[in-house]
């Protein structure tokens, strides 16, 4: 995410400092390539460039890429086309396109859950860093709004995925955090007050990769609370969600 | 007699000229290479194409926070979008509630502080885009989208927080590749027991935003 925000922000000093410099270009190598008038595949088809046309490439939005003609059309191609354009040295163009060989090799994961924490609904959002195909240290912040209480849980965790190379895999996660309960304003009178306690918690989970830049995944984890009374809280929590990843 | 000999000699001269046909055919693409003007070219680098995925705005519009009138709501929106179809946002509102018609009525003492009638709401979901085209005139063509979303999150409302699901649809008009309008219909549902017994609330928001892609 950061990576992707420092180089936004370098693009966007650089677009300004060499406004006058030529896009890159690259070269038609297939019998033609087809332009269309937006970024998705129902936009219509209003030109055709031919092979060994050269056309500059301008910007991408998520697999589709505007490019101008030597003519001055303006177009998007999608990803799988300009894949068979060639470089100056006459070298296949190759990019990041979100398959499962580039997500192997992915750096960061940001996700989102929904999941049930002891019968009552939770939401987390995640944010993970992929330090080996194996091992991803992850940081995630989870809210459960119950009856009686408000939960707000900030887990840190390392995670274990045994074989990375499976599209379907399962990881193991183990970690520590705080969990913060307040109860209810109308529980008020009750005389409970919001109390912070320690966490740790071990989990297991399955990951997905579902569909280009996109994984899903389904968790299962036991919480321990360390409380200041005579016994710890046992917590189970059952997350579904998808991740993005850079 | 005469005109199979002619016939022969026919199909003779028609094998000797086809492939002569054929190899000037071949021959032009080289010729054409001659021309190719000897220019320095940028080469392509990932890194350097400046990618539009990430889409960030404002918006503003009416809310109708259920039994306690309607009012305006104001917030911010952050989409990234995984391809042309699907997108994930994360959505935050705030607005503050007015007084139930029986608090108007009755002329008595409120249900809620000044505190507890602010509501604030946070929200992630994802959304799947139909996209499309709209024609204003002959030649001026903008790109556009009509979406769903479908999302869940809290509302802090009442002086507690209350898990919350979202339901919407938008429409999405892209001025430029980097800049949209969009017009928006959500529906905020989340259990409430602020009027005596629990029930489960529809808030129902509109709104107009912009938004840049980066």
Redo the contacts between chains.
Sequence with gaps: MLK?FV??LL??L??VSVAT??????QIAEQFIELH???????PVFYVAEK?E?VE??????????VRTRKGQEGWVKQQSLALTL???AQP????D?SFENFQERDFE?G?M?GVLES??S?S?FGTWVMTENIAAELSFT?A?G?FS?NQLLFASLTHTTFPEWKISPYIRLGAGQIRTKP???LVQGGDETRTNDLVGAGIGVRYYL????VVKVEYQSLLALTERDENEELEQWKLG?A?FF | METWVRGLFLIGMFGLISPAISAQEQSEPTTKSVIEPDLERRDINESEIDSEDFEVGLFVGVISIEDFSSDTVVGARLAYHINEDFFVEATYGQAEAGLTSFEILSGGSPFLTEEEREYRYYNLGIGYNLNGEVFLTRDLVFNSATYFTLGAGSTEFGGDDRFTLSLGAGYRLLLTDYFALHFDVRDHIFNSEIIGEEKSTHNIEYGIGATFFF
Excluded: C, H, I
Excluded at chain 1, 21 to 26: L, R, S, T
Excluded at chain 1, 37 to 43: D, N, Q, W
Excluded at chain 1, 211 to 214: E, I
């Design positions: 992707v180089v936004v693009l966007n650089s677009s410099e030529k896009a890159p270009e690259v008038t937006g970024p998705a595949v129902g936009y060994g050269w490439v301008l910007k991408r939005k998520t697999t589709w890429f505007k470089n100056s040295q163009v190759r990019f990041f979100g940001l989102a929904g009552v609904s939401v959002v809210q709004l009856d408000e209810r304003a109308n569909a280009r830049n996109f998808f993005v």
